[in-house]
Nanobody, 126 residues
């Protein structure tokens, strides 16, 4: 089955940087979207960044300019590079991949994500 395993989480001071990785296995890459989501305490899970099979990326406004999503050429590892971290970035971060056909675009919609990692904790201290 498809497996996604996050790593790289930890504690960092505000203004610092952190790089998250997501090891992906058992996934057939064709037309897809992969992404990072996060869930802070007392908050709903929200999207953070997406990258699709065309290489297009998108970011939620709160992280735009600070976070960068990417993946290896073979698609086996997804990354989220985070810089200028803020306390409000504190959350459990999840990587995910779509489980539906993504023909004609519009793939990066939450309802299309069927494969999820278990999360990695990021804590930003002041």
């Amino acid at each position: 089955q498809v497996q996604l395993v996050e790593s790289g989480g930890g504690s960092v001071q505000a203004g610092g940087s952190l790089r998250l990785s997501c090891a992906v296995s058992g996934y057939s890459y064709s037309s897809f979207c992969m992404g990072w989501f996060r869930q802070g305490r007392r908050k709903e899970r929200e999207s953070v960044a997406f990258i699709d099979s065309d290489g297009s990326t998108s970011y939620t406004d709160s992280v735009s300019g600070r976070f960068t999503i990417s993946h290896d050429d073979d698609g086996n590892t997804l990354y989220l590079e985070m810089k200028s971290l803020k306390q409000e970035d504190t959350a459990t971060y999840y990587c995910a991949a779509t489980a539906t056909a993504c023909i004609g675009g519009g793939c990066c919609q939450r309802r299309n994500f069927g494969y999820w990692g278990r999360g990695t904790q990021v804590t930003v201290s002041s």
